[in-house]
Each structure stands twice: as C-alpha cells, then as structure tokens.
Nanobody, 120 residues
Framework: QAQLVESGGGLVQAGGSLRLSCAASGSIFSVNDMGWYRQAPGKQRELVARITLGSGTYYADSVKGRFTISRDNAKNTVYLQMNSLKPEDTAVYFC??????????????WGKGTLVTVSS
C-alpha cells in the first residue's frame, strides 16, 4: 500500500507564488503518471496539470503559462510551481498518482489535499 502527502499550501496575495509538493511513500515499485487536481467549494474537481514518467506534461488552459509541474523520480515526488496566482485559483489541491506496489499491482491514489487561498 502507498500514500500521497501534499504540502506547501497556504495563503498568498494575488500575483504571488506558491510551490506545492507531493511525496509518495510506502511499498512502491514505481510511480507512473502523477498529477494535480483542484476543487473549489461547490465546483467539480478538475485536472490542473499532469506529468508522465518520462516528464511529458499537460496543463489546463486556465493555468497554462502560470503553473509548472515537475517531478523528481528519485524522491517519488511531484511539484507544482504556481506563479501569478489569481483569486480563482483558490481551492483544495489534490495530488494524484498511478503507483505500482512491490506486489506489482497498479493502483490510483489520492492525497488528502492542501488548501491554497489567494486573496485579492
């Protein structure tokens, strides 16, 4: 079994920056695709960015040019650098990953989320 733990959320002013981190731990054989999702109150959870094992990336149009996703495979960690933050970026940000356990079973995992609040 594996776990994902996010960190780096907090309160920032519009135009500011934050860097989120998500570390996978547990009985891990490999971490494949990883991504960041967010959910604002009363809204659906949406994909923000994702990154493949080979570091190919995808971004939602709403964050393209402002956010950067990256990963450190040696640390089983994915990052989300968020610049030029806007109030509409306020949400709980969730880490997601496809993880192969040491038993060679592929499962999708979610972190518990970290709150990002952007004030105007």
């Amino acid at each position: 079994q594996a776990q994902l733990v996010e960190s780096g959320g907090g309160l920032v002013q519009a135009g500011g920056s934050l860097r989120l981190s998500c570390a996978a731990s547990g009985s891990i054989f490999s971490v494949n695709d990883m991504g960041w999702y967010r959910q604002a109150p009363g809204k659906q959870r949406e994909l923000v960015a994702r990154i493949t094992l080979g570091s190919g990336t995808y971004y939602a149009d709403s964050v393209k040019g402002r956010f950067t996703i990256s990963r450190d495979n040696a640390k089983n960690t994915v990052y989300l650098q968020m610049n030029s933050l806007k109030p509409e970026d306020t949400a709980v940000y969730f880490c997601n990953a496809d993880i192969v356990s040491t038993a060679r079973v592929l499962m999708n995992y979610w972190g518990k989320g970290t709150l990002v609040t952007v004030s105007s």
